[in-house]
């Protein structure tokens, strides 16, 4: 893959663009005289990279920004975008406030070549924030915000845009390689994707990798459940953890963090 794929229309003036870097997808709407971000990239730099792209699109400005999630390559691109408004759960503005130093010095620590652009990061949180449900009026188009349970964090907002078809699941999807669970919920996300289903009435936008539409997601959601039924039998005792590895719906390297995440859970060990 190049470093960015062309940005792809979904919908009606409803783009998104895969950049090889994280393979990452990067959401934009268009409205009347004004366009909206879904994510804004992990650096400074790459932020800039995005705005440059979305010139290729509109010239109309980009006055509102949402942050599916706190981590860091969905968030610390933020400042590039302001004045926009950004929007996000208001559990991802605590988060990124308490953590956001600590990323920039763990990302600058493990990744030498862009460690001066993680050290320019500025941590820039949401200034408007949802706990459930919000609608934003972008030119005159309605796009809705939903919070709809855990999963990948205990704050994933889903961006849909209902007179497109379309939406924008942030990471509570991820196409084309094992979903990260470190922050996860592995016990409450088959519910909270099978919630996100209802949404569905057209392309679906994970996160990360290929575009997709309600067959991805069943899938997706058929291993997360998988997930649920492993460590259901490995904390009865009904499994050892070597058969309970082999029979995770991934391979025995990606299945130990989401594996454990959920023993957590089922151990009263995660909020």
Not at 6 to 13: H, S, T
Not at 141 to 170: K, M, N, Q, S, W
Not at 224 to 237: I, K, N, P
Request: aromatic residues 6%.
């Amino acid at each position: 893959m190049a470093n960015a794929m062309p940005w792809l229309e979904v919908g009606d003036r409803v783009f998104t663009r895969r950049y090889a870097y994280l393979d990452q997808q990067i959401g934009l709407v268009l409205g009347r005289g004004e366009a909206l971000l879904i994510d804004t990239r992990a650096t400074p730099r790459l932020a800039r990279e995005l705005m440059e792209d979305v010139r290729s699109v509109t010239r109309d400005p980009v006055t509102v920004a949402v942050n599916t999630h706190w981590h860091w390559d969905h968030s610390f691109g933020n400042s590039v975008t302001r004045p926009a408004v950004i929007w996000g759960h208001e559990r991802c503005r605590d988060r990124l406030i308490a953590e956001g130093a600590a990323a920039i010095a763990e990302q600058a620590a493990g990744d030498l070549e862009r460690r001066a652009d993680f050290e320019a990061v500025v941590i820039d949180p949401p200034d408007r924030t949802l706990t459930i449900a919000a609608d934003v009026e972008v030119g005159g188009r309605r796009i809705e915000l939903r919070y709809l349970g855990r999963g990948h964090t205990d704050h994933d907002v889903v961006v849909r845009v209902p007179d497109a078809h379309v939406l924008f699941a942030g990471d509570l999807l991820e196409n084309d390689a094992v979903p990260w669970f470190g922050d996860g919920y592995p016990m409450d996300w088959p519910a909270t994707v099978d919630r996100l289903r209802s949404l569905i009435d057209g392309p679906v936008v994970p996160g990360h990798g290929t575009v997709g539409g309600l067959a991805f997601v069943e899938r997706q959601l058929a291993e997360f459940r998988v997930v649920v039924t492993v460590a259901r039998r490995l904390h009865a005792g009904e499994l050892d953890r070597q058969a309970a590895l082999a029979a995770m719906p991934y391979d025995s390297a990606s299945s130990v963090e989401p594996l454990d995440r959920a023993l957590a859970q089922l151990r009263g060990d995660l909020d």
